[in-house]
Structures are given as C-alpha cells and as structure tokens.
T-cell receptor, first 111, second 114 residues
C-alpha cells in the first residue's frame, strides 16, 4: 500500500543550525512534491513545490531536494530561527491535482 | 492573496445531530477539498470537488457527505454526528486546470461531538 513517512515526529535544534527534515515514500509515483508549514491551531501554508524532473529547489533559507530513485525528499532550513518552529508537512501530488500528506515533523528551534 | 474561510473555528455538537461545516474561497478556484486532521494520523482526505455539483470520495468518506452548489462554496455535512468524528476539519482550495496544484487552506474548524 502507499505510504509516506516523515522522519521522527519531533526535531529539536539550536538557533543558527541547519534543520533537515526527511520525507520518504513507497508504492507511489508522484508527479510533484510539496512542503507545507503548519502552526498550532491553524491550517497548513504552502512553502515549496518540486517536480519529479527537478533535483533541487531553493527559496530564501529553504532548500528542497527530490530523489525519485531513493523515493525521498529532503527539506532544509538554513540559519534556523525560533520563528521557524512549526510542524512541516510533505505532500505528494499526482497530475490529477490530488495530494497525499505525510503526518508531519514538528521542528523546535531553541535560542 | 487567496482567502479560504470556514464558518466556525470551534463547534460543539451532540451525538446524532446534523452538522454543517461551510467553506468559502474567494479566488475562483476550481478544486476544493475537505480533510480531517487527527494526532498521529495526519491529514486525511474526506471528499473533494473539481467543479460545481461534482464530488468525489477521498480516503475516509464514511459518515460524511458534501455539497457544492456554487463554485466558491463547499459544504461538509455530518448526517448524524458521532463521537469518533471529533476532530480538526480543514478545507482547502486549489486553482485546478494544471498538472500541479498548490492547496490553500482555511483556518480549520475544531469540532467536538459529545
């Protein structure tokens, strides 16, 4: 069956370090992959999208990689700040416009 | 900016009641979605709609129905609420008409069924 796994439910890092979050999937051939941020009590907010034929995408301090051979995406936040603390969700999308979400990883950046 | 609004942030209902959750988007998006989010289970798709009066079942449609009479509005209906439907309900919309679709979420409705 299709499965999406995001690394550890919680990730704690020190301010200024790079946070790396992992999204692995099985039995799935996504056309694209998205990362969302979710703060407590709020809906997810879109951050980045990467297509199956792209290896890497950047936006300010954010970087996403997508390896369709390993069936894995890595999400990096460089020079992390306490304001980056949130839950981050990966979502695999098909050309039909529907996405399947992972459970999320909760990131805490300590000052 | 895209705005997706949901009719209530918090709702408390009794078992057996009929519950309506309303969602409105203001960007003329074609696609609309209803999810529920529970600890340890993530976001699960209940129903989605690609067009007015059109609906498709998601992964967990049992106990729910939907209505999309107008493009901007997508309603989720719990015909007879049960305690296991206590959850955070999230509505989303996306532009449609392309191969990649970023979803824009509402603030969520936290429903408690007593």
């Amino acid at each position: 069956s299709q499965k999406i796994e995001q690394n550890s439910e919680a990730l704690n890092i020190q301010e200024g370090k790079t946070a790396t979050l992992t999204c692995n999937y099985t039995n799935y051939s996504p056309a694209y992959l998205q990362w969302y941020r979710q703060d407590p009590g709020r809906g997810p907010v879109f951050l980045l999208l990467i297509r199956e034929n792209e290896k890497e995408k950047r936006k300010e301090r954010l970087k996403v990689t997508f390896d369709t051979t390993l069936k894995q995406s890595l999400f990096h936040i460089t020079a992390s700040q306490p304001a980056d603390s949130a839950t981050y969700l990966c979502a695999l999308g098909t050309n039909a416009g529907k996405s399947t979400f992972g459970d999320g990883t909760t990131l805490t950046v300590k000052p | 900016d895209v705005k997706v609004t949901q009719s209530s942030r918090y709702l408390v209902k009794r078992t057996g009641e009929k519950v309506f959750l309303e969602c409105v988007q203001d960007m003329d998006h074609e696609n609309m979605f209803w999810y529920r989010q529970d600890p340890g289970l993530g976001l699960r798709l209940i129903y989605f709609s690609y067009d007015v009066k059109m609906k498709e079942k998601g992964d967990i449609p049992e106990g729910y129905s939907v209505s999309r009479e107008k493009k901007e509005r997508f309603s989720l209906i719990l015909e007879s609420a049960s305690t296991n439907q206590t959850s955070m309900y999230l509505c989303a919309s996306s532009p449609g008409g392309s191969h990649t679709d970023t979803q824009y979420f509402g603030p969520g409705t936290r429903l408690t069924v007593l």
